[in-house]
């Protein structure tokens, strides 16, 4: 059994003339990454292997994330191929993951997160909104051989008072 837990990228600032892949986080993303990452704790596995998109609005999630929830950020693998928006990239990606990582905690971008939870969930999610968390189960032993599995857990900002 393979266990995926996505979490899009918390909100971005459009303030600065920087590259797409420089935006930083506003202080409105850095808090509710926070409260998300409270929340998620409960729920996360004790074994685990982390990989962010190197942009660094979600680089900044990964971090704040680890922090609030406890996981070690040392963990942090930082992958350029995760800077996508497209599903079948990051699905690409996901599945070359190795087969002995029973867990992966993996922080990236939309569109690409809410297409590949609605290809791979048992749940249709109109939009998983910047600082979703996505928590999918799947039967399979391999990583390239997941299908459509089990969406076990959601925690979206808006939901957490």
């Not at 929340?39 to 704040?64: C, D, G, H, M």
């Amino acid at each position: 059994m393979k266990s995926l837990i996505l979490v899009r990228h918390s909100k971005s600032s459009w303030d600065l003339p920087v590259l797409d892949i420089q935006r930083t986080l506003t202080e409105a993303g850095i808090l509710n990454i926070q409260k998300v990452a409270e929340i998620a704790k409960e729920f996360l596995p004790n074994k685990y292997v982390i990989w962010s998109s190197n942009a660094v609005r979600a680089s900044q999630t990964a971090l704040l994330f680890c922090k609030q929830a406890l996981l070690d950020a040392n963990k942090i693998e930082f992958k350029d191929n995760l800077y996508t928006f497209d599903e079948n990239q990051l699905e690409k990606e996901i599945k070359k993951c190795p087969n002995e990582v029973e867990n992966l905690i993996l922080f990236g971008h939309n569109e690409a997160i809410t297409n590949f939870v609605n290809k791979f969930g048992d749940k249709y999610i109109t939009n998983v909104p910047t600082a979703g968390f996505v928590y999918l189960q799947f039967e399979q032993n391999s990583w390239k051989d997941i299908n459509k599995g089990k969406t076990i857990r959601t925690i979206f900002p808006k939901e957490i008072d």
